[in-house]
């Protein structure tokens, strides 16, 4: 019996210099994608302070309403969650108290405001933890 001849297959592996331009590509793929992705989470929480500091002044407004001012003083919020004993028409306007924004940092609330003269200042310090550095969220207009 004849035996057939075998096909001789050759492995191909890749060489250091494909490896290399591979390596390269996804270098360069990854410095276009991350800083793109890197600033939507920064956008996202600006967006959740913007969002946290709406939802506060729709208490701080109905508030006014119900009890003829504004809480008063830097730990007014306090009065949207808790009953300051004080006020016949007080119907809480929070169910808990307002947690810190999304860099961590506690909202920052006056009344009377600096800015809002006739109301109140609601702040968010941003990511520098600090007032001014233009990442503050506010709920006044700048200039």
């Keep these: 019996m ?3 001849p075998r096909f001789v297959t050759r492995q191909r592996h890749f060489t250091m210099v494909e490896l290399l331009l591979v390596l390269a590509i996804l270098a360069i793929l990854a410095a276009i994608v991350v800083p793109k992705f890197s600033g939507r989470s920064e956008q996202a929480r600006v ?15 109905t508030f006014e309403v119900d009890n003829g001012h504004y809480p008063s003083g830097s730990d007014g919020l306090r009065d949207l969650y808790t009953d300051p004993g004080d006020l016949p028409h007080w119907a809480g306007y929070l169910k808990k108290p307002l947690g810190n924004d999304p860099w961590g940092n506690p909202y920052r609330y006056e009344c009377p405001g600096k800015h809002n003269e006739n109301g109140y200042d609601l702040m968010s310090m941003g990511s520098d933890g600090r007032v001014g550095g233009g990442d ?3 709920n006044w207009y700048e200039e």
Excluded: F, N, P, R
């Excluded at 302070?49 to 407004?61: F, M, N, Q, S």
């Design 2 to 4: 004849k035996m057939q």
């Design 136 to 138: 503050d969220v506010v």
């Design 47 to 61: 967006t959740a302070a913007k969002t946290e500091i709406a939802g506060v002044e729709v208490a701080l407004d």
